[in-house]
């Protein structure tokens, strides 16, 4: 079946614009992820939804980050006024249940 | 807060020999551990989870990882690898009662012919 799914693959954006991060999950997921990988780094925990509603956001940086998920299946992650320290892969991942996570294959971020 | 430690940057094996990658973890309460393996240019892969039960987990691919609790540890095991087995390697850890992962720094994992 069809996998964690994140558009675009790579965004350059200049610094101080606004982008907005796809994922779509896989199909009946409840549980959706934000993660950030920076270079030669683990992925870091940024956001989690359960169901339309973020049940923890306590990763984000700053509010300059923000994530929605209206329906409860499609996530976006928007980054305002970007700065080049926000340069990374954003992953997202869906779950079924309370235990393994499906990555997708990431946004590359760079700002210039 | 919970925290992993991958101390091997990388980790070079021949083809056949035992592959062994090593993760130590901290965390408050009861752990849940897991490994990841990421090519270049894809997404992190789900390659086993230790949940509860028998400390020897088996995995995809022909890997197995081993829960130690006294030595908080979960190091990633393959009897004999392949040059395809070449990627990197994550170990994480979620508390039981979070749902957020903690990742290790990764453990570049070379195979060679």
Known sequence: GAGVSQTPSNKVTEKGKYVELRCDPISGHTALYWYRQSLGQGPEFLIYFQGTGAADDSGLPNDRFFAVRPEGSVSTLKIQRTERGDSAVYLCASSPDSYEQYFGPGTRLTVT | ?113
């Open chain 2, 1 to 113: 807060a919970q925290s992993v430690a991958q101390p091997e940057d990388q980790v070079n094996v021949a083809e056949g020999n035992p592959l062994t990658v090593k993760c130590t973890y901290s965390v408050s309460g009861n752990p849940y551990l897991f490994w990841y393996v990421q090519y270049p240019n894809r997404g992190l892969q789900f390659l086993l989870k230790y949940i509860t039960g028998d400390n020897l987990v088996k995995g995809s691919y022909g890997f197995e990882a081993e829960f130690n609790k006294s030595q908080t540890s979960f190091h990633l095991k393959k009897p004999s690898a392949l040059v395809s087995d070449s990627a990197l390697y994550f170990c994480a850890v979620r508390d039981m009662n979070d749902y957020k992962l903690s990742f290790g720094a990764g453990t570049t994992v070379t195979v060679r012919a």
